[in-house]
Nanobody, 122 residues
Framework: VQLVESGGGMVQPGGSLRLSCAAS????????MSWVRQAPGKGPEWVSSINAGGGSTYYADFVEGRFTISRENTKNTLYLQMNSLKPEDTALYYC????????????????WGQGTQVTVSS
């Protein structure tokens, strides 16, 4: 299993970024997928999940309609479109595979990427 994130960077408050996660080594279209983030000095925080077919999506309360998770199963790729970014969104963002359940850190089965850094600062 390999998960490789990209698309992070530095952006001003109110800006946008689109994260991508290229998956390989497993049958991508049979697994739910998630985005998780970790800010410096804090534990991992679940951000969003999407089911295998892409028809159901879930978001943490703090997202407040600013992020959109999506997937392209023909390309084995997961996305996170992030708009209206805030300084508190600064973190290392990981994609992770869902093992059981629909969302939350407890749903993950242990396969994570290496992360992509998102920094929101003026």
């Amino acid at each position: 299993v390999q998960l490789v994130e990209s698309g992070g960077g530095m952006v001003q408050p109110g800006g946008s970024l689109r994260l991508s996660c290229a998956a390989s080594g497993f049958t991508f279209n049979t697994y739910g997928m998630s985005w998780v983030r970790q800010a410096p000095g804090k534990g991992p925080e679940w951000v969003s999940s999407i089911n295998a077919g892409g028809g159901s999506t879930y978001y943490a309360d703090f997202v407040e309609g600013r992020f959109t998770i999506s997937r392209e199963n023909t390309k084995n790729t997961l996305y996170l479109q992030m708009n209206s970014l805030k300084p508190e969104d600064t973190a290392l963002y990981y994609c992770a595979r869902v093992g059981t359940g629909d969302y939350g850190l407890e749903s993950l089965d242990g396969y994570w990427g290496q992360g992509t850094q998102v920094t929101v600062s003026s």
